[in-house]
């Protein structure tokens, strides 16, 4: 080939693959949002009324295009119930890890029998 000769363009493969790919960057929003309320539904979490009609579906699809779980879960992180935290409550009980008040002085048996 010599540099006069214009490189011929490649025909694409199959017109259907562009239109196929077309329809699923389209529906793949709706999906990962369908894919969102069941993986919500499996872990136990009611999302509120309207929630994923506001959710960018594009946002929860990974980096091949199918709806990703580690950003579903990232996007349900806020929903997810907290573990309670309880104050440690010295003093109250029999509970007698050096908190602030001494230890009660103890007086053998045998002084109060005589």
Do not use: C, W
């Not at 369908?34 to 979490?45: L, S």
């Amino acid at each position: 080939m010599s540099d006069a000769e214009p490189i011929p363009k490649a025909m694409p493969a199959d017109p259907s693959d562009s239109v196929r790919a077309e329809v699923e960057r389209e529906y793949s929003g709706k999906l990962a949002r369908a894919e969102f309320k069941g993986y919500a539904a499996q872990a136990g979490i009611t999302l509120p009324d309207g929630f994923t009609e506001y959710l960018d579906g594009s946002k929860l699809l990974g980096e091949d295009g199918k709806p990703s779980a580690e950003a579903m879960d990232k996007a349900l992180a806020p929903f997810k119930p907290k573990e309670p935290t309880f104050p440690h409550l010295v003093g109250s009980g029999p509970n007698r890890s050096g908190g602030p008040l001494p230890e009660p002085r103890r007086i053998s048996l045998d002084v109060r029998k005589r």
